[in-house]
T-cell receptor, first 114, second 114 residues
Framework: AQKVTQAQTEISVVEKEDVTLDCVYE???????LFWYKQPPSGELVFLIR??????QNEISGRYSWNFQKSTSSFNFTITASQVVDSAVYFC???????????FGSGTQLTVLP | DAGVTQSPTHLIKTRGQQVTLRCSPK?????VSWYQQALGQGPQFIFQ???????QRGNFPDRFSGHQFPNYSSELNVNALWLGDSALYLC???FGVGMNTEAFFGQGTRLTVV
């Protein structure tokens, strides 16, 4: 079975600070994908990033970056120079070959204060 | 290009009643998945439809059923509503059922059972 743990329930930062959201996943599959989604108050889940299990290269995309480490089963997400519009609930999720359905963590509520 | 659209946006039902939620996928998508998101939690997978058949099902009782139409739109039906069925119901569409496919989510239907 797949499991995703987001230990941080709520985080508050001041605008322009960097913030890292933690995610730990569990899966028995060797082939899987990891995702980060953003959910603003409107409710729609917005896709942010996707990574497959064979690519541990960490990348930066604009103000977003992620750190994928298979050795610790972690897939952390960093927002650089946070903005008030980044305030939302962020979900980490996994999708694997044996269970082709997204399994989500419980989410982290990020509040960016002006 | 319209994204995933869901209707209605809000719904109030009485315990024991039945409800039907609707989803139109993003243009070009042929697969629809439904998720239930209770307050303060991550989305939970209900089931997935592809080629008008239920392809996968999460850990939900038979009171939850669905349908996919030839135009790829989908319905989620819940019978004998419980208070615990109160949640945000999210629809996601994608192309095909492969792992390397991006799911787009609608804004959801907020169901309140009283």
């Amino acid at each position: 079975a797949q499991k995703v743990t987001q230990a941080q329930t709520e985080i508050s930062v001041v605008e322009k600070e960097d913030v890292t959201l933690d995610c730990v996943y569990e899966t028995r599959d060797t082939t899987y994908y990891l995702f980060w989604y953003k959910q603003p108050p409107s409710g729609e889940l917005v896709f942010l990033i996707r990574r497959n299990s064979f690519d541990e290269q960490n990348e930066i995309s604009g103000r977003y970056s992620w750190n994928f480490q298979k050795s610790t089963s972690s897939f952390n997400f960093t927002i650089t120079a946070s903005q008030v519009v980044d305030s939302a609930v962020y979900f980490c999720a996994t999708l694997s070959g044996s269970a082709r359905q997204l399994t989500f963590g419980s989410g982290t509520q990020l509040t960016v204060l002006p | 290009d319209a994204g995933v659209t869901q209707s209605p946006t809000h719904l109030i039902k009485t315990r024991g009643q039945q409800v039907t939620l609707r989803c139109s996928p993003k243009s070009g998508h042929d697969t629809v998945s439904w998720y239930q998101q209770a307050l303060g939690q991550g989305p939970q997978f209900i089931f997935q439809y592809y080629e008008e058949e239920e392809r996968q099902r999460g850990n939900f009782p038979d009171r939850f059923s669905g349908h996919q139409f030839p135009n790829y739109s989908s319905e989620l039906n819940v019978n004998a509503l419980w208070l615990g069925d109160s949640a945000l119901y999210l629809c996601a569409s994608s192309f095909g059922v492969g792992m390397n496919t991006e799911a787009f989510f609608g804004q959801g239907t907020r169901l309140t059972v009283v």
